[in-house]
């Protein structure tokens, strides 16, 4: 492996050194080193330790909300990065490896583990890498039904199952869901299917509110809209049950609150990083009795958490998957070592990017 520079053997030298397994392979990994600079960085990597499995990624996709925070530098750096993902150790602070949405096939597998793993299609929470070590209770078998690109979506999937069961909608309720990036747009084709009354979507840009009513919406709003709450009230043939925040906007919040009927709730479930967000509580909220519910996807409240384990909502994600098939979603494409572009694109052209993939292609298109 001398052709790769000394100065970008980074953590894996350090981490081989305690091994005593030879660095026979080299991996490229998407580093983000300050705000808005993204590296591709080369590694090496030993073989696969008995009871693991090499991957080798096929692609991964780009988070447009956890993600761009990080490049932005708007994520708190003292903050861990997932305490329930190996993968994700430490903080969030520069410089770090991030990503949760990877699709690859097992290469090679580690003495102890039967032969059958060879050859599957795997998906894992792992940072952008164009090879992965992992033991088989940290990888997901993509069934053959589901497609490759498909199967991208399980972690958003994921986050869209988790947002539903903690927003508890009614047969027959007036809903909001303000943001329709991929999670939201995942979220609306599963309420669609809830029997509500009325499904009410909103967001800034114009092709994601075209998505949206496909993904079921009833109504597809603009939020910056002049008479935006006057179209709220006439989509909704009335006051708000319920509503679900995914826009990352704290204006959202408020813009929420004064839809609501009395007792109405707020599900929030944005993350807004290091972003203050300014709420109105000096009239609806009080006077109405409204809720303000949390959300976040690594864990459900009290009353669903027993029953709802991480792989009995990632089974029912993977079932959506098949039915939504929300690789319809992509609108870019980019090879690992376009990383920078990609990024630079999410930030800059977020009206015109949807899903961003990274690809093991040497040079992918982009649409």
């Known amino acids: 492996m001398s052709d790769i520079p000394a100065n970008r053997l980074g953590l894996a030298i350090d ?30 990597l030993a073989e696969p330790a008995a009871g693991q499995l090499l991957v080798e990624t096929m ?10 925070l990080l490049y932005r530098g708007e994520a ?4 861990a990065a997932d305490v ?59 069934p053959d039904d589901v497609s490759t690109e498909d199967a991208l979506f399980l972690a958003s999937m994921e986050t869209a199952v988790s947002l539903v069961h903690d927003a508890r909608p009614l047969l027959g309720e007036r809903m909001l869901v ?19 009354s009325r499904l009410v979507t909103l967001d800034a840009f114009e092709r ?10 009833h109504v597809a709003l603009d939020p910056q809209a002049p008479d935006c709450v006057r179209a709220i009230a006439e989509a909704l043939g009335g ?52 809720s303000l519910v949390s959300s976040q996807v690594s864990t459900l409240g009290p009353a669903l958490g027993a029953a709802w384990s991480k792989a009995r909502r990632l089974a029912v994600g993977m079932d959506w998957l098949g039915r939504l ?30 899903q961003v993939v990274l690809t093991a292609n040497t040079r992918a298109a982009t649409q």
């Open 325 to 354: 098939h929300p690789a319809r979603l992509i609108t870019h494409r980019f090879a690992l070592d376009q990383a920078p572009e990609a990024y630079a694109l999410l930030d800059r052209n977020a009206d015109s990017a949807l």
């Open 208 to 217: 994601r509110r075209e998505a949206s009513r496909a993904m079921g919406a």
């Open 84 to 142: 329930t993902i190996g993968a994700l150790s430490g903080t969030l602070a520069f410089p770090l490896k991030y990503g949760y949405a990877c699709v690859g096939r097992v290469i090679v597998v580690g003495e102890g583990l039967p032969a059958g793993w060879e050859g599957r299609r795997v998906f894992a929470f792992n940072p952008h890498e164009s090879l992965l070590l992992a033991s088989p209770d940290e990888l997901i078998a993509i």
């Open 59 to 68: 692609a991964s996709a780009v988070s447009a909300g956890t993600e761009m």
């Open 178 to 196: 303000f943001g329709q990036g991929v999670v939201g747009l995942l979220t609306t084709g599963l309420l669609a299917a809830h029997g509500l």
């Open 239 to 290: 006051e708000a049950d319920l509503a679900l925040d995914i826009s990352g906007s704290p204006a959202a919040l408020t813009q929420a609150m004064h839809a609501m009927t009395h007792g109405g709730r707020v599900v929030i479930g944005s993350w807004f990083g290091s972003k203050p967000v300014p709420l109105d509580l000096g009239r609806e909220f009080h006077r109405r009795r409204l």
């Open 76 to 79: 708190p750096a003292e903050m």
């Open 15 to 44: 981490a081989l050194a305690a091994t005593d397994r030879p660095a026979t392979r080299a991996r490229k990994s998407v580093w983000f080193t300050a705000p808005r600079q993204v590296e591709v960085r080369e590694e090496l």
